[in-house]
């Protein structure tokens, strides 16, 4: 079946540690997002890439970086300059670029939660 | 900029109706969405309206706008308790590359 993986599901990092979550997806999506959220917040939008090779800073990008090497994969690092990393990270994918087809829906993964110890 | 409001909780007995309300000000919104999300899991699309229509009905949903209002509202009629779950209403502009959430309902469905 078709989807988004994303992969792990739990994770615990020290402080100071870099961590990288897995994303993958096997739609054949070109746009691909992480979204970042915390108890009653809405989700946050981290980064996000339109195409392979291309990726742009959404609204709290700083602390975070991307690669998009790969039409299927879209992998995210917390870096140790993220001050609050302790989140709920949902990545998601959508077939049209601009968000400007029939309907701009995204298709989410599972998620990851990640503690800060 | 853009922002998206919604409640933070509500509570219904199981079989009732539930209505989710949603406030939005982007006045050039073209898609309004309505995703679940389950206790530890991702968020699905129940729906969608586009911005030119009143009313959609899809089974047990319908989904009202009022667009000089920028108001949307989610009815789940004849409500499950496995409809308990978190609420997000997101609205999408025509050249906008990305879907502004709200910060979701949490609808719980007493037995």
């Known amino acids: 079946d078709g989807g988004i993986t994303q992969s792990p599901k739990y994770l615990f990092r020290k402080e100071g540690q870099n961590v990288t979550l897995s994303c993958e997806q096997n739609l054949n999506h070109d746009a691909m997002y992480w979204y970042r959220q915390d108890p009653g917040q809405g989700l946050r939008l981290i980064y996000y890439s339109q195409i392979v090779n291309d990726f742009q800073k959404g609204d709290i990008a700083e602390g975070y970086s991307v690669s998009r090497e790969k039409k299927e994969s879209f992998p995210l690092t917390v870096t140790s300059a993220q001050k609050n990393p302790t989140a709920f990270y949902l990545c998601?994918?959508?077939?049209?670029?601009?968000?400007?087809?029939?309907?701009?829906?995204?298709?989410f993964g599972e998620g990851s939660r990640l503690t800060v110890l | 900029g853009e922002d998206v409001e919604q409640s933070l909780f509500l509570s219904v007995r199981e079989g009732d109706s539930s209505v989710i309300n949603c406030t939005y000000t982007d006045s050039s919104s073209t898609y309004l969405y309505w995703y679940k999300q389950e206790p530890g899991a991702g968020l699905q699309l129940l729906t969608y309206i586009f911005s030119n229509m009143d009313m959609k009905q899809d089974q047990r949903l319908t989904v009202l706008l009022n667009k000089k209002d920028k108001h949307l509202s989610l009815r789940i009629a004849d409500t499950q308790t496995g409809d308990s779950a978190i609420y997000f209403c997101?609205?999408?502009?025509?050249?906008?590359?990305?879907?502004?959430f709200g910060s979701g309902t949490r609808l719980l469905v007493r037995p």
């Open positions: 997101a609205e999408k502009g025509d050249s906008s590359y990305k879907l502004i």
């Open positions: 998601a994918s959508s077939l049209y670029p601009s968000g400007g087809g029939p309907t701009g829906e995204l298709f």
